[in-house]
């Protein structure tokens, strides 16, 4: 985009500037709530990066040193940008180089809110294979989904955010395949295999024939997996794993139902509070809380209480600003901080019928003082309400003290359930919005496979039961180790519950058991996948 060079007066670029990050913050932010209501924590994580990327101060400083000199404003932020990008391809870590792609994709959208370009998309044919040298992971998040059947960058990596993103989204995808890829042509016919990590640009009929079958052979699995997913998972030596659903709201639990779920496995009430002016009042929690559990035609529904603060803001709670905002109020934290608003969460909670499908969820609960707290709490308001029921209450064990204390929390809860997206986070010390250490976050760490275990131990000598809501339940590569580790319940995204279930009827929990107290003894996440790669190579 040519960019003029000679700024309009410094006064008039850094208001443009201002009004133009303004702009594109705002876009970020409703994708990012957009992301966090479909549940999708890939895609909300990498936006949240971009926020932060956005308000970089080295970058706006780099901006605004151009601006003073009389240039642009456009000018002088891709300058910026530019800068910061040659620094990170140079240092030759593959991670860094990777921000890189983010960056690029910050200045394409600062720039277009400046001078207003409009974004022209690729043409697109029926089952496309869209071919670029890297892209926008924005970009990919508005691509016409039913029109896109792979994707081929010649930049990029395989911890990058476009693959992370393709992943979460199901197309195929390879990245990073240098720059003969860019030689294909408009219109070519192309054959994309991304499990193999391999492309045929020049398919004979043979090979045609031979791709359309394994597709059909895939459609066919699809189509197996989801014939059975109304049928319990039960593993081969009889053990039954209840395939539950990460949801944000009723229609979500609908989806979930037809694809075979067994449960609600997590519903962040998070969706309800966020992108308005004040919180919702008891009745309208009640009747959204209601909805989903009229939607499950007598499932159970797990229902966690308000997860703000940290990367989840709510505006008019006017949370302080805090230097380290994972380490500050959120969680549990936030609701005793604003015990009104946790309060009318629980009343509303508790005013959905029947309370025996009803399993109220604590999130980022540190010790048994802040649970036993929440019990008192509820069996007060529903001794206030008349009730005879009470709802199960089960602890989200996301931070490590709470691993470590499972035994004590098990005493006094009726399930937990591990959060592996942050009890990753803060076991590895490593911020789950970072797109830079995005590879290295990875739950089959054996420090984590550790705590989980302790977890597990802990809550068995209570009799108590075990599921995972984070990421980690929906990894294929996971299943099998958690399933040894004596998890009972894996909570997935909709879409994958056929897929989880399947794999579930295909493993021995014995076997899993045996191999996964020797995961423990491992040394890496990379040795972890390797020996699970041998031991389930299906998964
Ligand atoms: C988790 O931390 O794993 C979890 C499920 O909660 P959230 O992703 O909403 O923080
Ligand atoms: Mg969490």
Redesign the pocket.
């Known amino acids: 985009m040519p960019l003029p060079e000679q700024g309009a007066g410094i006064a008039a670029e850094r208001v443009a500037l201002a009004a133009a990050l303004g702009k594109v913050r705002d876009q970020i932010s409703s994708g990012i709530d957009s992301a966090l209501r479909r549940g999708a ?1 890939a895609e909300s994580d990498i936006f949240a990066a971009h926020l932060a990327l956005l308000d970089d101060p080295e970058l706006l400083a780099a901006a605004e040193n151009d601006i003073a000199a009389g240039r642009g404003a456009g000018f002088g932020f891709r300058r910026a940008v530019r800068a910061q990008c040659a620094i990170l391809a140079g240092l030759g870590n593959q991670l860094l180089a990777e921000r890189v792609a983010d960056l690029k994709d910050i200045e394409r959208q600062v720039l277009v809110a400046l001078y207003g370009e409009p974004e022209q998309g690729p043409e697109l044919f029926d089952a496309s294979i869209l071919v670029a040298e890297d892209l926008a992971p924005s970009a990919l998040t508005r691509l016409p989904r039913g029109k896109v059947a792979g994707i081929i960058t010649a930049a990029g990596g395989a911890s990058g955010h476009v693959a992370i993103l393709a992943r979460s989204l199901g197309i195929p995808a390879l990245v990073a395949c240098g720059p003969s890829a860019l030689a294909l042509e408009q219109g070519q016919t192309l054959v994309l295999d991304a499990r193999a990590g391999l492309a045929h640009p020049r398919p004979g009929a043979a090979d045609l024939a031979a791709a359309r079958a394994e597709i059909e052979k895939l459609e066919a699995r699809r189509r197996m997996m989801q014939a059975s997913a109304n049928a319990p998972a039960i593993t081969v030596d009889g053990v039954a794993i209840e395939v539950a659903v ?1 949801i944000a709201n009723a229609d979500d639990a609908r989806e979930g139902v037809a694809h075979g779920a067994d449960a609600v496995g ?1 519903l ?1 009430t998070e969706f309800l509070f966020i992108d308005r002016r004040d919180a919702p009042n008891q009745a309208e929690q009640t009747a959204a809380y209601q909805a989903v559990l009229d939607a499950l035609d007598g499932r159970n529904a797990i229902i966690r209480t308000l ?1 703000v603060g940290g990367d989840k803001d709510v505006p008019y709670l006017q949370l302080p600003p805090e230097p380290n905002p994972a380490l500050g109020l959120r969680g549990i934290r936030t609701g005793f901080a604003y015990p009104d608003m946790l309060d009318t969460q629980l009343r509303a909670l508790l005013a959905v019928k029947p309370l025996s499908r009803l399993r109220i969820l604590v ?1 980022m609960i540190a010790d048994v003082g802040e649970l036993i707290r929440l019990r008192e709490r509820i069996e007060q308001l529903a001794g206030e309400m008349n009730l005879s029921e009470r709802p199960q209450l089960g602890v ?1 064990v ?1 931070v490590p003290s709470a691993a470590l204390l499972a035994d004590q929390l098990a005493k006094h809860a009726d399930f937990l359930s591990i ?5 990753t986070q803060y076991t590895l010390a490593m911020d789950r919005c970072n797109a830079t250490l995005a590879a290295r976050i990875d739950s089959l760490h054996p420090g984590l496979l550790r705590l989980i275990a302790i977890a597990v131990d802990g809550a068995k000598q209570h009799g108590k039961w075990v599921g995972v ?3 980690m339940a929906s990894d294929p590569q996971a299943v099998p180790v958690l399933i040894g580790l004596g998890v009972a319940e894996l909570s997935v995204s909709p879409r994958l519950v056929p897929e989880v279930k399947s794999l579930v009827r295909g493993l021995s929990r014995r076997h899993c058991e045996e191999e996964a107290r020797r995961l423990l003894t491992l040394a890496s996440p990379q040795a972890v996948r390797g020996r699970v790669t041998e031991l389930w190579p299906g998964a």
């Open positions: 924590t990460n997590l962040r997860d999130p989200m996301e959060g592996s997206n942050d009890l809501c984070g990421a």
